[in-house]
């Protein structure tokens, strides 16, 4: 499964950003449908954090406690991609973000099996 992540750039604080994530390649048998999605993140210095997940047909989603309320993940599985929605953007919140695939029905920690590459995301004060 191949992960490419985009949406990523320079906000100021309290604005906001949409990513993407399309994926493509699935085995024989499966589809986008048929993974649970996730977005983590790793700013300079830090090891990577979770962010958010959502399960295969996005009727469940789980945040970690410092992006709550103010993220939101969804999915389209007709177009193979999953989004995070970031409003009211602190500098903390600046990282390179990286989506992840599993097979598994929801997973809320680092254990994915598909990782994508990351894209930039900068808060400005």
């Known amino acids: 499964v191949q992960l490419q992540a985009s949406g990523g750039g320079l906000v100021q604080a309290g604005g906001s950003l949409r990513l993407s994530c399309a994926a493509s390649g699935f085995p024989s048998g499966f589809s986008f449908s048929s993974y649970s999605m996730g977005w983590f993140r790793q700013a300079p210095g830090k090891e990577r954090e979770f962010v958010a997940a959502i399960d295969w047909s996005g009727g469940y989603t789980y945040y970690a406690d410092s992006v709550k309320g103010r993220f939101t993940i969804s999915r389209e599985n007709g177009k193979n991609t999953v989004y995070l929605q970031m409003n009211s953007l602190k500098p903390e919140d600046t990282a390179v973000y990286y989506c992840?695939?599993?097979?598994?029905?929801?997973?809320?920690?680092?254990?994915?099996?598909?990782w994508g590459q990351g894209t930039q995301v900068t808060v400005s004060s």
């Open positions: 992840a695939a599993d097979r598994r029905l929801l997973v809320v920690d680092g254990t994915y099996d598909y």
